[in-house]
C-alpha cells in the first residue's frame, strides 16, 4: 500500500489520485480526464472507496475541481507542445501521470517531474514494476526541500536547459508553502527562456468562496493540520497577479475556477461542478 511503502507519496497525493480514478469510475461521461494510472501507482487497500475521504456525494465538489485543474493544465501542456515548446516541468509532481497517460505528447517533450527524494524513488519503482518503466524523456528529479536543496541546481542537473522555452506546472503546492517561498520560486520561474509559460493553483481566502462551499473548506482546514501539511498561503487574485508581474513576468492573468466550471462541466446532466476555492494563475516571459 502506499503509505505502508516508505511512507510515501503523503496522503495528499494519494487523495487527488484515487479521487481522479473515482471520476471515471463513480461520475457519468464524458469524463472530464480519464486517469485510473494514479490509483495503480497508489495500490490502495481493499475498500478504499469506503473511506470518508472517498464518499462519492460528499467528496464531488472536490473531485470536480480537482479533475477540472487537472484538464486545464494539460490541455495548456498540449497547447504549448503544439507551439515547439520542448521542456516541461512539474513542481510538486506527487502522482502525475501525463507521461505515462499521454506519452504520444510526453515523448516529443523533456518532463522534469520535481518532489521529495523518497516520493521520488517509490515512483520510480512502481513505475517499473507496473511496466510503465523510466523512458529517457521523462526525468524523476529528487530534491530535498526540507534540508534546504536547490531544485533550479537539480533541475539543471537533471538536464533542463535555462536557454529554452518550458512550461511548468505548479498545482496543489502554494498553500502549503509560505509566501516568501512563494515568492522566491516565481522570481526563479520569471528567469525563465522567453515563450515559458507557469500554470499555478493557489487558494483563496475564506471570504472569497462561494457561500455553499465555504463549511467544505473550513472543515478541510483541521484536517490538512492534522495530517501535517496544514494550509499557511491564500492570495486574492489581485495579489497573485501582482506577485507574478512582481516578479518580472511579462503577462500575467488569472484564470477563476468558476472558468473552468463552464469550461468543463456545463450542461453535465449529473449535475457534477467544481466547488471554489482555489484558482489558477497563468504567466508568461
Not at 497508489?42 to 470536480?64: I, L, Q
Request: aromatic residues 8%; glycine residues 8%.
Amino acid at each position: 500500500m502506499a503509505d505502508e511503502q516508505s511512507q510515501v507519496p503523503d496522503g495528499t497525493a494519494v487523495r487527488v489520485a484515487l479521487w481522479r480514478a473515482m471520476h471515471v469510475q463513480v461520475d457519468s461521461p464524458p469524463h472530464v480526464i480519464e486517469d485510473e494510472i494514479g490509483l495503480q501507482l497508489a495500490a490502495p487497500e481493499e475498500g478504499w472507496r469506503r473511506r470518508p475521504d472517498m464518499d462519492p456525494r460528499g467528496t464531488s465538489p472536490f473531485r470536480a475541481a480537482i479533475v477540472a485543474r487537472a484538464r486545464f493544465i494539460e490541455d495548456l501542456v498540449v497547447e504549448q507542445a503544439g507551439h515547439g515548446v520542448a521542456q516541461h516541468v512539474v513542481l510538486g509532481a506527487g502522482l502525475d501521470t501525463f507521461a505515462q497517460r499521454r506519452p504520444d505528447i510526453a515523448a516529443r517533450l523533456r518532463v522534469f517531474e520535481i518532489d521529495q527524494p523518497a516520493t521520488q524513488a517509490w515512483k520510480r519503482q512502481r513505475l517499473i514494476e507496473l511496466g510503465y518503466g523510466i523512458p529517457d524523456w521523462l526525468r524523476l528529479v529528487p530534491v530535498d526541500f526540507e534540508a534546504g536543496g536547490d531544485w533550479w541546481e537539480q533541475l539543471s542537473d537533471a538536464g533542463f536547459d535555462p536557454g529554452r522555452p518550458a512550461v511548468v506546472v505548479c498545482a496543489g503546492v502554494t498553500m502549503y508553502l509560505t509566501k516568501d517561498a512563494n515568492a522566491a520560486t516565481l522570481r526563479r520561474l520569471a528567469g525563465l527562456s522567453p515563450g515559458s509559460t507557469l500554470t499555478m493553483t493557489f487558494m483563496l481566502p475564506t471570504d472569497l468562496v462561494d457561500d455553499a462551499d465555504r463549511p467544505a473548506l473550513e472543515a478541510t482546514k483541521p484536517q490538512a493540520q492534522a495530517a501535517g501539511t496544514p494550509f499557511i498561503s491564500f492570495y486574492t487574485p489581485q495579489e497573485m497577479l501582482a506577485l507574478a508581474r512582481d516578479a518580472g513576468f511579462k503577462d500575467a492573468h488569472h484564470v477563476p475556477g468558476a472558468a473552468l466550471a463552464v469550461r468543463y462541466f456545463a450542461e453535465r446532466p449529473d449535475g457534477l461542478r467544481p466547488s471554489s476555492g482555489e484558482d489558477l494563475l497563468v504567466a508568461t516571459t
